[in-house]
């Protein structure tokens, strides 16, 4: 059997588990899950039903009957309410309205009459996952644990398909190993009581955007707030992210109205022309009962920081670990200072804004307006008018442009206008990518394209959607990292009821090159100062991943010297070599290097005994 990495052990902010039906030869299956440290809820027959690692402060559990419910992760919801949610259960169903009313972020997992139902977040931050062990269905919050239970090694066709740049949905969403199978957000998995077959169901869909900002910006507030008292109302000491942006500066005065004590964390940037700290200050000054820490900005880690030291045990390639050291960098110095738990403002991007994308369709429903707004975005973008006139004339199914963007993997990048009026980025392949990894990134291209139907039909919605769901894939992995280091980290924006309040808002109010943030600015007013709310701009930290390149080119060109991914083929070993040598290189600042660090790194952080 495949041994877990030594970074499997859990702290508070890292529960994950497999769950089990109510079975002899299921039980007989979960005894190979139970490592030291392992916890185990059982069934009412004795049998394993949850096995895994949590602390006590991140699960609640109730029984009546033949039913039993857990909410694994941050919810308010107590046991004696559970408890009568429970009793009133007939059909599995039934928990789709409990999963879409209660705030916060946790798997829901019941166990009713012999049958299993298990789901995450619709954001995909909490992810579910199955496969066949042992002849008997297991369920589990991360691929990676039905892989080491299997023995399995990664499927060489994801591993390609992960060179992409960017990865499109839905093979984003696929899960790395060949026998375990991934589970859409928006569905729930549903094990039969024999133990073996499995359904998916849909439990959640995106509400309409149909609401005024001045209808819709009241009910923003009132879910943020829900969502970050759900992390504070025990109290204690909390640490924000206070970068000066209005993400983060919300979330750090919605936590100042709470039981808990604040202590603010804020990084200069290194460019002088960096404005964050001025405006970090600006809302500090509002919030005298804030600690404020001031971190020395030549301090701080730069991208591609400890690249060659990171062995955190990850389930699937993440860009995240580019920027992993400037993630924890000050959770130490938060933990000395009494921190149980740190906010960031990390998704206010992905849902206060939205996609330029619906004007495809405004264009088409409210010409006049669109227009108008269009010429702001030109001008705002640099956005040419014959590019802009193309993007808006192509009205080609979302399948079709994926099937397109297959044949033109090593075409360049194509104009920004495409990309912000069309379904997205087109995946591209670079130069040191091999034509088999090429073959194989564009056969499950095509094959995806064959059956794939988009989020949602309007190609806006679809971008905020699929941008929602490529952030939280990186944030739940720094969540487990942040956890291994100490001080678990929690995003509210990125909870389903703030996404469903934003979401529902209008787009043609929540995105305009007239204002910034509009959405966002009306839910804060009378929480946030108005001075705080007029920032209208945002740091790129562009110098720190330029300053990165170059100063960790060593690591860069250690990375590739026994390169996994060239062993298996996928990559021209020498070609990344000498891309090392030269870090100025025209290109590199574009991030087009990240996927294949990210899978590089992941192999490595993988056991010897699934290290290919």
């Known amino acids: 059997m495949t041994e877990l990495h030594a970074s499997a052990g859990t702290g508070p ?5 497999a769950v089990f039906t109510d079975r002899e030869d299921a039980a007989a299956v979960a005894r190979s899950f139970a490592h030291p440290g392992t ?32 909410v694994v992760g941050c919810c308010p919801i107590d046991a004696s309410e559970l408890e009568a949610r429970a009793a009133r259960l007939r059909d599995p169903a039934e928990l789709d309205a409990l999963a879409r009313s209660l705030p916060g972020s946790f798997h829901l997992v019941a166990a009713l009459d012999g049958q299993l139902r298990t789901q995450g977040t619709a954001s995909g931050l909490r992810l579910v996952f199955h496969a066949l062990i042992g002849g008997v269905r297991v369920t589990a919050t991360r691929a990676d644990l039905l892989a080491a239970a299997l023995g399995a ?8 398909v ?36 499995v359904r998916h169901s849909r439990w959640w869909t995106p509400p309409e955007p149909s609401r005024t ?7 923003v507030r009132d879910a943020l707030a829900q ?38 964390s804020t990084w200069p940037g290194r460019d002088p022309a960096d404005t964050d700290l001025y405006w970090a200050e600006q809302a500090a000054k509002h919030l005298p009962d804030v600690e404020h820490v001031v971190w020395d900005a030549d301090a701080s880690p730069l991208v591609y920081d400890d690249l060659l030291s990171i062995d955190d045990l990850l389930d699937e390639p993440t860009i995240g670990v580019m920027d992993r050291s400037r993630v924890l960098h000050h959770l130490p110095g938060m933990a000395e200072r009494g921190s149980r738990l740190h906010l960031t403002g990390i998704g ?26 269009l010429r702001g975005f030109r001008a705002l973008w640099q956005w040419p008018l014959g590019g802009t006139v193309r993007a808006l004339a192509d009205s080609r199914p979302y399948g079709k442009w994926l099937a397109d963007a297959a044949g033109r993997l090593r075409d360049p990048v194509p104009a920004t206008v495409t990309t912000s009026l069309g379904w997205g980025m087109p995946p591209r392949l670079f130069d040191w990518v091999t034509p088999e990894a090429e073959e194989m990134a564009r056969r499950a291209l095509y094959e995806a394209a064959s059956t794939a139907t988009p989020l949602h039909p309007d190609r806006g919605l679809h971008a905020d959607l699929e941008q929602i769901r490529s952030c939280t894939r990186i944030i739940r992995q720094w969540d487990r990292m942040a956890a291994r280091a100490g001080v678990p980290m929690a995003s509210p924006f990125l909870d389903d009821r703030v996404i469903e309040a934003c979401l529902a808002v209008r787009p043609s109010e929540r995105v305009s090159p007239w204002r910034y943030k509009p959405l966002l600015t009306a839910a804060m007013s009378g929480i946030v100062p108005e001075t705080c709310l007029r920032r209208s701009t945002k740091a790129a930290a562009s110098m720190d991943a330029a300053d990165g390149l170059r100063r960790h080119r060593a690591d860069l060109l250690a990375l590739w010297e026994d390169s ?15 891309l090392a040598q030269r870090p100025s290189a025209p290109g590199l600042r574009d991030a087009i290097l990240y996927s294949t660090i990210a899978a590089e790194v992941w192999l490595r952080g993988l056991s010897p005994a699934r290290t290919p």
């Not at 009412?44 to 096995?51: C, D, I, Q």
């Open 213 to 219: 900002l001045a209808d819709g910006a009241p009910l």
């Open 564 to 578: 996994r991914l060239e062993r298996l083929g996928l990559v021209d070993g020498d070609a990344l070599r000498r």
């Open 39 to 70: 916890r185990i809820l059982d069934h009412p027959s004795g049998r394993p039903w949850l096995v895994g690692q949590w602390d006590d402060q991140e699960i609640v559990t109730a029984r009546a009957g033949r039913t039993a419910l857990a």
């Open 162 to 197: 992960r060179l992409l740049w960017p990865v499109p949905y839905p093979l984003f969403e696929t899960s790395l190993w060949r026998e375990v199978t991934a589970v859409p957000p928006h569905d729930a998995l549903i094990v039969a009581a024999d133990g073996r077959t």
């Open 13 to 17: 902010g890292d529960a994950h588990f």
């Open 153 to 160: 090694e990664p499927d060489e066709r994801q591993l390609a």
């Open 348 to 373: 206010g991007d992905h849902v206060a804004w939205c996609s330029e994308a619906y004007y495809h369709r405004l264009a088409r429903t409210r010409p006049l307006f669109a227009l108008r707004q």
């Open 227 to 264: 969502a970050v008292d759900a992390r504070t109302r025990p109290g204690g000491v909390v640490s924000c992210d206070l970068s000066g942006g209005l993400d983060s500066t919300s979330i750090c005065f919605l936590a100042d109205r709470s039981p808990a004590r604040v202590v603010a």
